[in-house]
């Protein structure tokens, strides 16, 4: 039997029910590329083959499937259709294996989520040895239960080694895969691999792929994207699951752009209001990016990254630390007239770092644009001026024409460029001297701004910093840079870094590693 899962192109592509029911099949892609869509879209096909299976469900995110299909809930909020502290779970799983039913088994607020998925799987796996019906378990971020270090279950282990001759297959999911115990991975003759980017997470899925190229075309995939490969497909194909039928509820939260942002306790000042008291410490304190890599991830990268004595007087590095952080960033919506023949109102989105100012691109992880970063501080004038200066140089009365201010105000202005070091004098002509910029960075066209991708969010429960760059300093450069703009939308979200001090004989020195990607993030020095 075929299940038609998706498309590639305008071919459908089904996989075989019997393989992916009975055999072992792994599913991975990192956070936010669909793997949870695409379960679900398996489930979907499966509940309409009227085919058994069981979901550990650790994030409670499948019971929309209850709403178009007829399956069992067993978890532990209101309106489960059994609590699973309270069920006979193998009465349950006998009947559900023989009628062929499906079942969530909802781990999501479990007190013991490893010792409730361990429960199962050993009731599944001796039931199987009598019963021998084709039945499946799909395990949801199998690095919780299976993991690469520590100790994994081994009531899933042993499925994934003796559950086929049983009838009994195992599909494990994860956006990890260098976390998970390579004995379950290795064993896995089904693949369906989405996006992934993470170095580690790329090593840890070459096996599947005959060469390190043809496993590096995963970091180009797009959400919803994945290769099929192994027994499940008639070939090794790269296609994107269909449609859901149920909603899906794994959406990722979006950053609405045009609400104000809330004063929070760790908003701006951290220091809660006297009348608010003391704030729990785990009371939320914004939306944060959940964080995908580990801190000995960190500290794998950061070893990578020393500095090492190859002669005898260079320094020898040592790392001094290695911390997770969370980096203010602001996403701001501003509204500009423009166009170069037809002037009409326009509105751009896009992401400023909270700390310097620098424009962040968001897409799998950051990636730093030097930005308003050098024309922070700068009144709306200067900010005018530097800008617009031409490469060549300007005039004091060319910067006039230029930017229609007056002579006294352009004067100051230029003044406080030269006191910043952003224009120089660089010759004279006559008597007149001809000023040029010395940014760094040609600032960016609002046109040119692009609001990046949306990231899987969480409440942030520690404090932040407070971002040094405010709503009004980044107001006075966007005037200065285009008088129409109007700032319409600012949040503030926070982002996972690490950061990692290394010392030697010669000093010390920091930086920034990305806390989804593990690439070093570049910023200016403040
Ligand atoms: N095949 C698809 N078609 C349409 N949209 C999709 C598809 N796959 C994913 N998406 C979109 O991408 C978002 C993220 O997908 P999903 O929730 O499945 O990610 P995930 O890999 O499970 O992430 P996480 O591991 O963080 O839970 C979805 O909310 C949905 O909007």
Not at 197 to 208: G, H, K, M, T
Not at 323 to 345: C, F, N, S
Not at 356 to 376: A, H, M, N, Q
Request: glycine letters at 10%; hydrophobic letters at 40%.
């Amino acid at each position: 039997m075929d299940l038609v899962i998706g498309r590639a192109g305008d071919r459908e592509i089904a996989v075989d029910a019997q393989e992916l029911v009975t055999g072992r099949t792994c599913i991975i892609a990192q956070s936010g590329a669909g793997k949870s869509w695409g379960i679900a879209v398996l489930c979907e096909r499966l509940l309409e083959a009227g085919v058994g299976f069981c979901l550990i469900d650790t994030e409670g995110e499948y019971f929309s499937l209850k709403d178009r299909f007829s399956l069992l809930w067993i978890g532990t909020g209101a309106g489960c259709d059994a609590d699973i502290r309270q069920t006979n779970l193998i009465d349950l799983m006998q009947d559900a294996i023989c009628s062929r039913t499906a079942v969530l088994f909802d781990v999501s607020e479990a007190a013991d989520m490893r010792g409730e998925a361990a429960r199962l799987a050993g009731i599944l796996y001796d039931l199987e040895s009598r019963l021998k019906q084709p039945y499946l378990l799909i395990v949801e971020e199998a690095d919780k239960f299976i993991p690469q270090s520590g100790e994994s279950v081994a009531e899933i282990e042993e499925i994934s080694r003796r559950g086929r001759k049983r009838g009994l297959g195992l599909l494990v999911a994860t956006q990890r895969p260098s976390l998970v115990t390579k004995n379950i991975l290795s064993q896995c003759n089904n693949q369906i691999l989405g996006r992934l980017s993470i170095e580690n997470d790329l090593r840890a899925v070459a096996l599947f792929f005959a060469s390190r190229k043809e496993a590096a075309e995963l970091a180009e995939l797009e959400p919803g994207e994945f290769f099929v490969m192994g027994g499940l497909a008639r070939e090794q194909v790269r296609m994107r699951f269909g449609a859901r039928l149920c909603e899906h509820r794994g959406l990722t939260p979006r950053l609405d752009a045009g609400e104000p942002a809330v004063p929070g306790p760790c908003a701006g000042s951290r220091k809660p209001p006297s009348s608010m008291g003391s704030v729990p410490v785990d009371a939320p304190c914004g939306d944060a990016v959940v964080p995908v890599l580990i801190r000995e991830e960190a500290l794998d990268i950061a070893m990578g990254k020393r500095k090492r004595r190859f002669l005898v007087l260079e320094p020898e590095e040592r790392i001094v630390s290695a911390d997770r952080a969370y980096r203010p960033l602001h996403r701001l919506e501003v509204r500009y007239v423009g166009g170069l023949i037809r002037k009409t109102t326009r509105t751009a989105s896009f992401v400023v770092d909270g700390e310097t100012g620098c424009i962040v691109e968001v897409d799998r992880g950051l990636k730093v644009r030097p930005g308003f970063s050098e024309l922070l501080g700068l009144d709306e004038a200067a900010v005018r001026i530097v800008s617009g200066l031409a490469n060549g140089g300007s005039t004091l009365t060319e910067i006039e024409a230029g930017t229609r201010l007056p002579p006294g105000v352009v004067k100051k202005a230029v003044k406080s460029l030269k006191m910043a070091k952003l224009v120089t004098e660089m010759k004279t002509v006559g008597e007149t001297l001809v000023y040029v910029p010395l940014l760094s960075a040609e600032a960016p066209a609002l046109s040119a701004l692009r609001p990046g991708a949306d990231l899987p969010m969480e409440p942030l429960r520690e404090n932040p910093p407070a971002p040094r760059v405010t709503e009004a300093s980044l107001r006075t450069v966007l005037k200065g840079l285009e008088p129409t703009a109007e700032i319409v939308g600012f949040r503030t979200f926070y982002y996972p870094v690490y950061l990692v001090r290394f010392a030697s004989e010669r000093g010390s020195r920091s930086l920034v590693l990305d806390g989804c990607t593990g690439k070093e993030l570049r910023f200016p020095i403040p």
